[in-house]
């Protein structure tokens, strides 16, 4: 099915098409191109231009350039443009303009790609759904999203993230959300703000971009929850709450923490609910309670919503929980292993180590006895002058009582890691692969083994070392 011809994307970008081609998708990666596929040549670490001829090559239908690139026929399909994103976030608005989609952003100092990734799941049960692929929330990651959405779209969710100030503010314009979505305000990014507040007010900019009679969702539990709500009022929304707080209008009750999954109950104004998300995670009840009320906003049928989130599990990288084998020979000779690597500030901290204090290790399998709650941390990155000082409060979290024993990895971590009793200190590395390499001998049989930092900490090392521990296991190799 066509996303794009030429006369359209000409006229949307106000650029000069060269031949008649069709583009069916948009890339801006050959390594992840399809046959098809709009390549746009943005420049980032290097020039998308240098790419343009092997974009062609395997099969895409143009290239979005700003000249026509060294080697490259000039009768070769081309869109060209002044300024290659420009020109993207040209082809975003068209993309947003021409479709009547029901568009909800989320953005929030945690949970904004799981909650996203809820919304994909329970919304295309009901409809014709779209969202990003992957954590696409940026400059070039919104417009892209919306530059990739089909005409016929009836559900789409606009995932919105930032760095600096002034980021969110101009991408929500670009989305024209009907429901705006901050699943919570923490101490993330703080070397680019003054203060919680400043954040907040960054976050809350996303209501610049709703459409008329357009939906806040925010957060009732936070001190700057009321900061949020006059924000939204000043843009004329309709201000809608969750939380655990008395007066959210999705309230959330009560949370069991099983091995496995979530059990939630809550009121919806006087409405009660029961609702299990498919993981384990007081965090993912919270943004699942948001995803309801998303649904109830958009008039959807909360019953199927419900049934979806029960099966939900979250992407690589962000909570998923997985066995790893270390023995085929040898029932029950594995490990747990919950993979959330990519991301990490303080409160996702306290959420990914409760998470880890409800898993159940199993016993009597492994060479030690008792099976263990192990943590791998990673540097929590992006959190100015008070960094070390937060890293050094996690150990003050309820949830690290009950782990057992905690690696820490990274010159930041070195301040929870002195700041932890001595029954608990396990290594403390300076970099991943320091632990990646030893990363075989701090397991046992019957450990549930979390491994949690920033994307830039680079801890994914040890994931990966523990996952290729496990397939050599299997194929019998030392």
Known sequence: MTLWSAQEAAAATGGRATGNWQ?????????????????????????????????????????????????????????????????LEALGRAGRERCSARVVAVTGSVGKTSTKEMLRAVLGAQGRAHAAEASYNNHWGVPLTLARMPVETEFAVIEIGMNHPGEIAPLARMARPHVALITTVAAAHLEAFENIEGIAREKASIFDGLEPGGVALINADLEVTPLLRAIAEQRSARVISFGSASSAHHRLIKVELHDRVTVAHARAWRTPLVYKVGVPGRHFAMNALAVLAVVRVLGLD???????????????????????????????????????????????????????????????????????????????????????ALHAGL??????????EIHCVGPRMRSLWEALPEVQRGKWTETPQDLADQAHRLIDAGDVVLVKGSKGSRVSLVVDALRRAARSAEKGIG
Do not use: C, Y
């Open 302 to 388: 909360r019953a199927v919503a419900i049934a979806d989130l029960a099966s939900w599990a979250p992407p690589a990288g962000r909570g998923t929980r997985e066995e790893l084998v270390l023995d085929l020979a040898n029932d029950g000779i594995s490990i747990d292993l919950i993979d959330d690597a990519f991301n990490a500030n303080p409160a996702s901290m306290a959420a990914a180590l409760e998470v880890l204090a409800a898993a159940r290790p199993r016993d009597g399998v492994g060479r030690v006895s008792k099976g263990r709650r192990i943590a791998i941390l990673g540097d929590m990155l992006e959190l100015g002058v008070g960094e070390e």
């Open 23 to 87: 583009a069916n998708g948009v890339s801006i990666d050959t390594r992840s191109l399809q046959p098809g596929d709009l390549f746009v040549a943005l420049s980032a670490v290097r020039d998308g231009h240098d790419f343009v001829a092997q974009a062609i090559a395997k099969g895409a239908a143009a290239a979005l350039v700003n000249r026509v690139p060294e080697g490259v026929d000039p009768e070769a399909p081309l869109l060209i443009v002044p300024d290659v994103l420009a020109g």
């Open 395 to 404: 150990a003050d979290l309820p949830g690290i009582l009950s782990i057992d």
